[in-house]
DNA sequence: CGGAATCATAGATTTTTTTTATATCTTTGG
DNA sequence: CCAAAGATATAAAAAAAATCTATGATTCCG
């Protein structure tokens, strides 16, 4: 039994079938199935059911790829340890960055970052906040970039930067006028929020109803930031955005975004790892590409 | 990073010289010497400081054997929870015995065991309460056999039969005319105790002090039951010895052993592993063999 | 039924591991 | 201080293992 054969098992379980795990794993499938095969002859058990499509784990095999997941976890902390040693930027980092922030941050640190580390792999995924804290939890994700406030226990947050809220407000809205909002003469009806899931949705909801008690119902929802301004563009509405959204905010409707009255209103931009985590190394030098990034780009646009 | 190369490692790491880990890994010295020159290569660190005799691990190695040990459990689990699911009654057993067991117990079950198991490899460590409960808790040991009753959380206890204490008396004592002997009646400064650490002796000392307020201060103390009669025959003394000890008393000194009054006093003899063990169906079947055993000589003693 | 896809098998090839033999260095006893 | 013994490193040969190419068997689908 060898760390290699656990793997090839472990790719076959991902993926459910030999031929696609051979790919994954860049060797040929004939390799694979007789590594497969010098595995269970040594266990004595069958451990994938071929008949079936996608092949499946017998029994037996649930059991093994349990805990042959968690061999393989354990025996490749053994390198993230030593490169933790050594303090080495290296390695593969698979980061998580929620929706409303990584189409406005990850263009301006990512470049910088692979260039100033060059053996580190960088793997982005767009993925929800409750996505995020399942895959870190079942270490299918290393780290990622969140709005914080609300962690569970077993991860930990690093903060960032506080990212203000603006009102972007159609010129037919009522609002239009004034270059302060205040949050109280938000008319509800008129306010368009993302769709539901997204934690920014959730931040500005809780800004409202805080403010007042108010009929959280809102006339219209969308999942990216840019169709709900053109939604409100064009039916004399109006929204919220971060502040890391403004710069793509063509010239010619730079008027449409107003202050909001009092400063507090404000989301706080995390990385967010587990506790138990070692690619501390990486993950410091991803935060300081990203504070550096931020604070240039602050003179541009502020 | 193979995990041949980890088990090398760890061998130096326990035995402290590349030749004498060789032996215990069945490959000659170069062998293995070249395959920590590749792990050391792979990870970019040297783990193993050659200049020191013994050999000892640098402050790198240190980090990498400890996670090294870590993983190899997690991936030795793989086999035992594959044996486990089949049921086998196979693989290597480690089993703890406390010393006032193993002379009256082991002989009469260990010879059954292996015959009825054959591909059970036992091992059987005399030792100490505590130090089986140690070495339990780092993995060192399987299972023991102990006289249960207050073992830590993380260990759990199978009972296996109540051994009953006798008192052996020196016919020279005042208390060898009775046939019953009250633990009242007992003069602790006639009364000979194992040595310190030994359970047996806690046991008897609660057993004596609970019955009335006493000095527990002995005459004398030794480390093994058979020595302690001897000294009782010689001195007039007494000593109180367990019921599996009674078939190694010979005929002539037969009328030497008394009842207890009240026939509470005795102690449990149990299993004991750790709670998140995999060895169950090996222990099932050890449990058996003694159980079997134990029923057939009590028709012959008691 | 024929073609495509999937996994198994066989033999050749390459890679890796192990062994044997030997060199280097350190330690120890005379 | 030197020689012998002990321990690890190195190099080349041998053995073992993993991989690849080619092909066969089976199943699925149109």
């Known amino acids: 039994m060898t760390i290699i054969q656990l793997e090839y098992l472990l790719a076959v379980a991902n993926c459910g ?12 499938q004939p390799s694979l199935s007789m590594q497969i095969k010098n595995l269970e002859e040594e266990l004595g058990v069958i451990l994938l059911d071929r008949s079936k499509k996608p092949v499946i784990a017998t029994d037996a095999g649930e059991v093994v790829i349990k805990n042959a997941r968690e061999a393989i976890k354990a025996y490749n902390y053994i390198k993230e340890s030593v490169a933790e040693l050594k303090g080495e930027i290296a390695g593969h980092l698979r980061l998580g960055v929620i929706p409303t922030i990584s189409p406005y941050l990850l263009h301006r640190f990512v470049p910088d970052f692979l260039e100033q580390h060059p053996k580190v792999e960088l793997e982005v995924r767009e993925m929800k906040t409750s996505d995020i804290f399942k895959a870190l939890g079942r270490d299918s994700l290393d780290a990622a970039i969140i709005a914080g406030g609300m962690c569970p226990d077993d991860i930990a947050e ?3 930067f506080n990212d203000r809220f603006y009102a972007y407000v159609s010129p037919m809205n009522d609002l239009y006028e004034r270059s302060n909002i205040r949050i109280e003469d938000i008319d509800m009806k008129k306010l368009l929020l993302l769709s539901d899931g997204h934690c920014l949705r959730d931040q500005i909801l809780e800004l409202c109803t805080a403010r007042r008690a108010v009929n959280p119902s809102c006339s219209f929802e969308s999942g990216s930031l840019d169709t709900l301004m053109r939604i409100a563009d064009s039916t004399g509405g109006m929204t919220i955005i971060p502040e890391m959204a403004l710069p793509f905010i063509p010239e010619s409707r730079k008027e449409q975004v107003k202050n909001l009255a009092k400063g507090v209103a404000s989301r706080k931009i995390t990385i967010a790892v587990r506790r138990t985590y070692v ?14 990034c931020v604070s240039a780009a602050q003179n541009m646009y502020v």
């Open 17 to 28: 079938s030999f031929s696609a795990a051979s790919e994954l794993c860049f060797v040929t």
């Open 158 to 160: 690093q903060e960032l």
């Open 279 to 292: 690619k501390s190394s990486i993950i410091g030098a991803l935060k300081e590409s990203i504070m550096e």
